[in-house]
């Protein structure tokens, strides 16, 4: 990116775009950090070693101390700033482009609960319904006689005390 071009958001939504812009806003704001940094100690000097007549011990560095406050904060503000652009790239990667994964894989695990839940149910309904018909045959071929037909009714067995009670 040249200096005449400007940063669009299509720029920033480009792959790797959020991490370039904020390298580079970064270093621009840290040099004017470190500049004002400077310039801010200089300044405190400077207004430290005018006297005026009349100061007490201390008070012109006092003096000096509340008149720079206002650039101290521009430089705390600025080295806020610094730390504010280095958290652009990873808001941006976790918002829209971890937190998709997140919910595809969310999603795929919902999906294979929710399978494997229907697969267990199904396997149950299958084993009662396989349960039922294995026992009317047995208990269809123990009331058959050896020669294959149903007579006579033979003594009362568990699974006649089975169907009674039904």
């Not at 806003?25 to 405190?44: G, T």
């Not at 806020?80 to 999603?107: C, I, Q, S």
């Amino acid at each position: 990116m040249t200096s005449t071009n400007r940063w669009t958001s299509d720029h920033l939504t480009a792959p790797g775009g959020t991490a370039i812009y904020a390298a580079q806003q970064r270093e621009r704001l840290r040099q004017m950090a470190d500049e004002v940094q400077a310039l801010l100690r200089e300044y405190r000097a400077d207004l430290e070693s005018v006297r005026i007549d009349g100061d007490r011990l201390f008070q012109s560095r006092v003096r000096a101390y509340f008149a720079t406050r206002p650039l101290a904060n521009l430089e705390r503000h600025l080295r806020e700033a610094v730390n504010a652009a280095g958290k652009l790239d990873v808001e941006y990667n976790r918002r829209f482009v971890e937190l998709p994964k997140k919910r595809a894989d969310r999603a795929a695990e919902k999906s294979l609960e929710k399978d494997r839940k229907a697969g267990l149910q199904t396997a149950r309904g299958t084993a009662a319904v396989n349960t039922a018909a294995t026992l009317h045959g047995i208990s269809s071929a123990l009331s058959e006689k050896a020669d294959g037909n149903a007579g006579e009714k033979q003594a009362p067995a568990f699974l006649d005390f089975l169907k009674e009670s039904a």
